[in-house]
Nanobody, 122 residues
Framework: QVQLVESGGGLVPAGGSLRLSCAGS????????MAWFRQAPGKEREFVAA????????VYADSVKGRFTISRDNAKNTVSLQMNSLKPEDTASYYC???????????????WGQGTQVTVSS
């Protein structure tokens, strides 16, 4: 079992950058594929980015490709999401998620954080 805590959200103007972090508890953090999802008010939760257990492979939603970068540090039990060139449509609550199975873009993750709010002003 792993507990996830996100941080780093906030208010940023369009074109700006933010770096989200997700800290995981437990000693088996490298057993989990990790992902970021987001959910805007009135919309379904959507996939943003994911990374394999070792960090050797990543997958991105088309809407963030080239602007966002997911990374992980298994020694520190953290996964990060660097967000550049932010747009108002990136405004959402961002959630960190972990699963013991293979990486997937579907929300079939075993563990979720509480979310952190990102607001991009136009």
């Amino acid at each position: 079992q792993v507990q996830l805590v996100e941080s780093g959200g906030g208010l940023v103007p369009a074109g700006g950058s933010l770096r989200l972090s997700c800290a995981g508890s437990g000693r088996t953090f490298d057993s989990y594929a990790m992902a970021w999802f987001r959910q805007a008010p009135g919309k379904e939760r959507e996939f943003v980015a994911a990374i394999t257990r070792s960090g050797s492979s990543t997958v991105y939603a088309d809407s963030v490709k080239g602007r966002f970068t997911i990374s992980r540090d298994n020694a520190k039990n953290t996964v990060s999401l660097q967000m550049n060139s932010l747009k108002p449509e990136d405004t959402a609550s961002y959630y960190c998620a972990a699963r013991t199975g293979p990486l997937t873009t579907h929300p079939r993750y075993d563990y979720w954080g509480q979310g952190t709010q990102v607001t991009v002003s136009s």
